[in-house]
């Protein structure tokens, strides 16, 4: 189980950090990471860290933005949003994958993230 936290209201130029605890299945043998979905638009990718945190990835639309990061031995997951933008407005998912860059079989509920302009 992933449960998100963290969401809010923000103004443009702002910042916001994401949280997500795991429970329920071993956190270190998964690769981590967060999607997001914005109204009316379809779920994208936006990073993802590997197991042991060595490696990481990004969307385009938020490198050198965000960074994603992990602790393992809290079963956390982060994301750490700066120069936050309206069009960073959309709920936020948590995601595991065994596969670095496969699809992810554990979503979490979501937490929105609200940008205002």
């Known amino acids: 189980q992933l449960v998100e936290s963290g969401g809010g209201l923000v103004q443009t130029g702002g910042s916001l950090r994401l949280s997500c605890a795991a429970s329920?299945?071993?956190?270190?043998?998964?690769?981590m990471g967060w999607y997001r979905q914005a109204p009316g638009k379809e779920r994208e990718f936006v990073a993802t860290?590997?197991?042991?945190?060595?490696?990481?990835n990004y969307a385009d639309s938020v490198k050198d933005r965000f960074t994603i990061s992990r602790d393992d031995a809290k079963s956390t997951v982060f994301l750490q949003m700066n120069s936050l933008k309206p069009e960073d407005t959309a709920i936020y998912y948590c995601?595991?994958?065994?596969?670095?860059?496969?699809?992810?079989?554990?979503w979490g509920q979501g937490t929105l993230v609200t940008v205002s302009s």
């Open positions: 995601t595991g994958s065994s596969i670095y860059y496969g699809y992810p079989e554990v």
């Open positions: 329920g299945r071993t956190f270190s043998n998964y690769n």
């Open positions: 860290i590997a197991r042991g945190g060595k490696l990481t």
